[in-house]
């Protein structure tokens, strides 16, 4: 029963036999790997990109920040839902990466970002001329951490009003698979077509080891990114290694299989606690993780049989009125079992 | 004939078996799995040193530059060797990772810093007050670049030095095993015993995919070097991918035999080299690299046979007289086979 | 009719005098000129601080951000008001002198920080562990952006919640004189009494050509200060020029007569406008500015006379119905004259 | 006898007088005042510039960090003399400024740049791609830390060949005035006619209390540096005060008269020097400095009458035998007399 997140989770076994497979003999290190080249062109194919140009690192937080520190300028700043991993859970690394820019905080229901919020944020910027930080970039997080989705169609008004005021575009796509396999687009259409022009594109939460890779659909900023890259020692000499996980990853569809998995064991687990005396939910369901409220009383029995998950927000105390709703968030991953989903249902209902 | 970094060859198959191994279940994420603890515990007894921080990363820059600036202020220069990785080779990512702190070079034979020039380096540093940088840290790599190693002995003079003037150390040990094997000593004598602070303990050159561990024997900055690994993009989420390959390479020496193996193909090949007519070396060959001269037509011969090295320094051209000696480094690795050693030394004698 | 800054009115005239009067035969650069001395001395006795670190430097954001980078590691944050002149009005220096760190913006009525939102912020600052920023300095402006100020006991009450939590603080005294002699308290009961460990202490609004102190209360980060302040490009090397002007700021209380003639002016302004039909104040008038609204046609006339001041917020137009109040920001200088507040007041009442 | 630095001496009286001239009501600030506007002005007609991007800092650090910041990425390097300011004596600005880019060092007699070692060091940049760091800007300093100049056709060979590679080019013009007078060109042809695409123009050492202009002939950074000077801290508000300055400076050719002082002292105390028995120059005397030894009981008698200079290098002591000549750094300003000149050389002689 652990939903305290899903990098928790193993790799997928074929992840595994990849690594081991690519283990033979000598292969040129940072990147010159044959493997590599395979997985350039596989990625470029399968985002309808042929003059995309595609990097691995193996951390989330390396890709989002080495991505936006292409995108903005020391001075400038970077647009974001307050509850986005860059803002809350990289320890400053955008700030890092980028010299110093800021990032301007945007309040949404579940996870996103409003029209009408970003229009203003970035309007406001820059009024004082000189004396205040200038536009930078956008943002995104598809899937968001608020476990929502964003359609094609809300990720091209976002980026139409960033593009028109001269604001480039990232999506943090720690969870794409996850918002990809939800929404039944072409993962063409849920980025470049809708105006994104870095993605972040996750593998490790989806069944690799540790391995994003960065996808630059306008590849003008390729060499600085390379030089960021290896400045931040995110260049790896062995790189093949990254490779086969990758390669792996987007063979036979293996990496939408394994979201489709983690999704419905969300989907799972949220009818089974919405079946329960007092529960309901913070957020939709739409990718594979569940944020719901539900009796304290279910907190404590699931919690003394061991599952593991976090309160959310995390200052609601075990301590209280059985009865009393206190709110979580569970996230699973493709190896969740039906099983552990049941097991954490009958405790909690 | 592959001779063009010891990045370039493989991993050892053990390690691939400890990956599969620990793609169990669930794992805690972030570096708390249980077999962290094992390392952690294994490296401080290996390293007779109880109180030890230690951390993984996967690149050897990250842990070279995270490491140097826990021990430097922005303001503050790091001493270090002119050809040191960290000055050639990582794209400045020490003043990145410090925030923009100084490089001091120092010249000398044969890949080391000659103690009477730390001195006169160190001493000069602040001579102008707040006009200039300060002091900051020393930075020794072990074996060198020069494929020659530093003996604990060397180590504690230019240690003895630095913290004489209030100078903290580091010791960039890509190839430390190398260097260990080659002079029979404990780690603890090159290292701590001898007035290194933090060591960045190599495994990736040494047969591992991807893991430098990071050894504070002063484990005062720990928190600091957590913050920074965290900010820096260097934190892995699935960290046990990590320690379990750390484990496998310190359990039954397994990483002394691999650097005995690749210490033994340089011997093998500068032995060969010599042999050969007009050949001569650049540097004594003391672990698994050899840098060496001989006539041109042998350096045509070899790469014509798709022999795999650089030249070194690298603009000396294979167009000129057949006899005139070019110069050359040729890193062997663990798996290097003396069957490609003596089919090299045919191509050049 | 000029109200569009304080920074646009003139040096006090005595302030020349004294620059003229330093201006004789050589003197030590750098801070080491007997002039220095004396503003040093004069300032530890006027706070009450025998042993308070003081330095000059010629701009308030440079007295802002090296003080504050003095205060945190660049993975922490700064808290202050989300109109704080570091957030809103320094293009981002404070990330810049900090290596990247954030600035938690609070929310708050009348330019203050209320006790318990700060209180808030603070706590949930590094709830997660590694993966957030962590706690850094508190940043308090008084006179704050909207006119108003905090009462030593206001400060005392914000400090102590900062220092309950390790947090050090900082006060952006651009306007300190103005809060001061409305208070009518002394220097050290605003500050260090109150729990102020560095003061930014402004001149250049408040009659200087262009100088600020800075008091490090705690004089622990002094060495580090200095190295800031160069590396900054803001140690003068003609200092003299600086220490003569805060020499003369100091002498016979001048410093006190400017801020008492600024802030009389706005009381007459507030007065003025007030009396007006339809006009109210936006915040309180507790320093040298007035925030006000009254008709759009009394904007218009004085506009069109040539009075200088910004609508507040900026996006207000002055095309619209005549009666429709609009909001502005006026800020009066030790110059400012009572004919000029007469006129203005007369063309919009 | 005051020859410790330039920046010791007094300012021109009618600077000062300029500077009470502008202090005649109000002035909007951040350099859009009406004396910043001829200044503006004055400099594109003087360097026949007309479409030169003009700024005003107020110390020479900030000059050349801003500067050289807007020409090199932080993954660059900027190529200097290893005596230069920039190196020497700013405390890691242009590191800071930069976000982290290095200086490569590069030797020289008389404190000049040899092309042949310019063309060697850019050539040699990059040459291991995304492992090293890149082709960055030329900085020449004119006059040299070594009190030598170069001549425009000197420039324009350095420029050149760093021109030729793409390299960018500033010139530290801290002593500007007292290079050109004694070359007597035109400022066109020490500057961009000869390649340089940003000058820091020193006003600090030739007579100013604190400004130096920067004058970007390719004005493409010109938003960019108001950024970074405003991020820096460096806009100042007041800032008629130093338009004021620079106005008065380059009225009647004050500038050039003040270096022509300057020079001739440095002349005068050269003769002297030389003509006591033992003494030699270190270096020739172009400009305001002279580097000269003499014998040891000429330094005891001028330091004991209280004569302030540096000894250079710094570490020659004063305790030794007599006829031993020791060097040393003796720099003149434009008040320097000839009385104190006479004076000192009577005590060394």
Chains 1, 2, 3, 4 share one sequence.
């Not at 194919?45 to 903005?72: H, K």
């Not at 820059?126 to 997080?141: C, D, I, M």
């Not at 809300?154 to 139409?160: D, K, N, P, T, W």
């Not at 931040?232 to 290694?241: D, E, N, Q, V, Y």
Request: proline share 5%; with cysteine.
């Amino acid at each position: 029963m652990f939903f305290a997140s899903d990098n928790g989770g193993p790799a997928a076994p074929g992840v595994i036999e990849a690594i081991a497979r690519a283990n033979e003999g000598v292969a040129m290190p940072y990147g010159a790997d044959p493997i590599m080249d395979r997985v350039r062109e596989k990625i470029r194919e399968l985002f309808e990109a042929p003059d995309a140009a595609v990097y691995l690192v193996a951390t989330g937080t390396a890709a989002n920040s080495i991505s936006l520190a292409c995108l903005v300028q020391p001075w400038q700043t970077v647009y974001c839902h307050r509850h986005a991993h860059i803002e809350a859970d990289e320890c400053g690394a955008p700030e890092f990466y980028s010299g110093g820019s800021k990032l301007t905080l945007i309040d949404g229901a579940d996870g996103k970002i409003p029209p009408e919020a970003l229009q203003k944020a970035i309007f406001e910027t820059g009024a004082v001329g000189v004396h205040g930080v200038q536009k930078g970039a956008l943002s995104l997080t598809n899937a968001t951490e608020a476990g929502t989705v964003y359609s094609p169609q809300e990720v091209a008004i976002l980026c139409g009003i960033a593009k028109a005021q001269g604001v480039p575009t990232h999506m943090d796509g720690a969870r794409f698979a996850n918002a990809l396999v939800r929404l039944g687009c072409s993962p063409a259409e849920l980025t470049w077509k809708a105006g994104v022009d870095i993605l972040s594109f996750g593998g490790t939460k989806n069944g690799l080891l540790g391995v994003e890779a960065v996808i630059l659909f306008n590849p003008d900023p390729a060499w600085e990114f390379e030089l960021r890259r290896k400045r931040g020692g995110h260049l790896f000499s062995k790189h093949r290694f990254l490779s086969a996980q990758m390669e792996a990853y987007l063979a036979d569809d293996l990496w939408l299989g394994l979201a489709r998995r983690a999704n419905a064991a969300a989907d799972r687990l949220s009818r089974g606690i919405l079946a329960a005396s007092g529960a309901s939910l913070t957020h939709p369901v739409e990718a594979n993780s569940v944020f719901a409220g539900w009796p304290r009383i279910g907190h404590r029995k699931a919690q003394e049989a061991g599952a593991k998950y976090y309160h959310w927000p995390f200052d609601q105390a075990l301590d209280g009125p059985d009865d009393e709703p206190i709110s979580a968030r569970l996230v699973c991953n493709w190896a969740t079992s039906d099983a552990e989903i049941d097991a954490f249902i009958a405790l909690i209902s």
